[in-house]
């Protein structure tokens, strides 16, 4: 058995690069130009958010992007150590709903509006406070064709905030469906119906923000939000979440001007637990899906579906053994992933043994490929690693 640091109550830890993350974030805002809410939604896309957020923060980032209220106030208390100068805003994505309003205003968290009563209840929370008038900034979101969030007339919302209201109208933003479809006409459609929409409002406003990760990658929207915001006197802001963490959608019609320098920012480990050898017609796992062909070595990883890893990688999936010594050796999973542990093929690897290091996510284990396997997306697989796997910031 080899000797194993007693760093962890169970040997499942996702490590978090800081210097990665810089690094991402770094050159996602120099390709896009212009200032880049990084989004730290759903706990930084799996990575963390209370560990990342200071990490951009410390890099530049003015602007951090949360889904809810709930996380705001969590991440604005990760940000307590750095000074006011490095302090960035805290965006809350997807409006406040009743006591959130409340809390929103005391943290100072700026939430995107679209629905008159979540007005009236920022606007309640703030006289509460006894704040003046337009001390509370809100982002008006426009829906241009997606049919989530979004307002359909700007101009007509903004007249739903008097004068003496609290509340100021800071930001007009919209999302887009289509963006790692370069060329694709849907992008151009919605991006004119934003400019029409502020053009039509006769806001003059601090920001305009559009876009994601694939629009900075793709290029073919930043110059139309820069000319958006210069016509309402506004700053230029894009939005990006997956490339500060190491990944982008594949694009259509267009040269990445990102992708190939994004660094994949968690690493998912975990330890060989046991090992086993089996004689050839012995089953392994639930419903015995796999019968060993020949004599094999077999080693079980505490590790399974509960923890994010999917049933989907059974028979299929691969993990990376030896990382230290390049490129690794790889190990196929065999039988089924169950709720808590993995088997994994390592007759090809005579020396392995019990505490070796097991990479599920990282250099060598794409999260491209496991996504792939799944039938879905890069998204999806790092949001479902769950809250049993600890992350560590390295």
């Known amino acids: 058995m080899r000797a194993v640091e007693p760093n962890h109550v169970r040997p499942v830890w996702a490590?978090?690069?800081?210097?990665?993350?810089?690094?991402?974030?770094r050159h996602t805002r120099g390709a896009a130009g212009m200032e880049l809410l990084a989004v730290v939604k759903a706990d930084a896309y799996g990575h963390g958010a209370e560990l990342c957020a200071p990490v951009l923060a410390g890099s530049g980032a003015a602007w951090l992007g949360v889904t809810s209220v709930e996380e705001g106030v969590r991440v604005k208390a990760s940000l307590g150590m750095l000074p006011s100068f490095l302090q960035p805003r805290i965006l809350v994505m997807c409006g406040v709903w009743n006591g959130e309003a409340a809390v929103a205003v005391e943290h100072r968290l700026t939430p995107v509006v679209w629905e008159e009563y979540q007005l009236r209840l920022l606007e309640d929370a703030a006289r509460a406070r006894s704040l003046a008038p337009k001390s509370v900034p809100v982002h008006v979101e426009?829906?241009?064709?997606?049919?989530?969030?979004?307002?359909?007339d700007l101009a007509a919302f903004a007249a739903l905030i008097a004068e003496d209201s609290p509340l100021r109208i800071e930001s007009a933003m919209t999302h887009l469906g289509s963006t790692e479809e370069a060329g694709s006409p849907l992008n151009r459609e919605q991006m004119d119906r934003f400019a029409a929409q502020v053009k039509a409002s006769g806001l003059r406003l601090d920001w305009i923000h559009a876009g994601n990760t694939s629009g900075v990658d793709a290029g073919e929207i930043l110059s139309q939000i820069k000319e958006i915001a210069a016509d309402c006197g506004a700053q230029p802001m894009t939005r990006s979440g997956l490339a500060l963490y190491g990944?982008?959608?594949?694009?259509?019609?267009?040269?990445?001007?990102?992708?190939?320098?994004?660094q994949p920012v968690m690493a998912w480990k975990t330890r060989i637990l046991s090992l086993r050898d089996v004689p050839a017609g012995a089953?392994?796992?639930?419903?015995?899906?796999?019968?060993?062909?020949?004599?094999m070595r077999l080693a079980l990883i505490p590790v399974g579906y509960a923890d994010g890893l999917r049933r989907e990688l059974s028979n299929r999936g691969r993990v990376l053994l030896r990382e230290t010594h390049a490129p690794g050796v790889h190990a196929p999973i065999v039988g089924r992933v169950s709720m808590d542990l993995t088997v994994i093929d390592v007759t090809h690897i005579p020396d392995a043994a019990i505490g070796d290091e097991v990479t599920l996510i990282g250099d060598g284990v794409p999260v491209e490929e496991q996504a792939a396997l799944a039938g879905t997306i890069p998204y999806e697989i790092l949001c479902g690693i769950s809250d049993r796997v600890t992350r560590i910031l390295v």
Do not use: C, F, K, W
């Open 247 to 262: 990944y982008a959608l594949e694009l259509t019609g267009a040269t990445p001007h990102i992708r190939r320098t994004l």
């Open 15 to 25: 490590e978090i690069s800081a210097t990665r993350l810089a690094t991402n974030y």
């Open 142 to 152: 426009v829906d241009t064709g997606m049919a989530r969030q979004g307002v359909a």
């Open 283 to 295: 089953t392994v796992g639930y419903n015995a899906t796999i019968t060993a062909p020949a004599p």
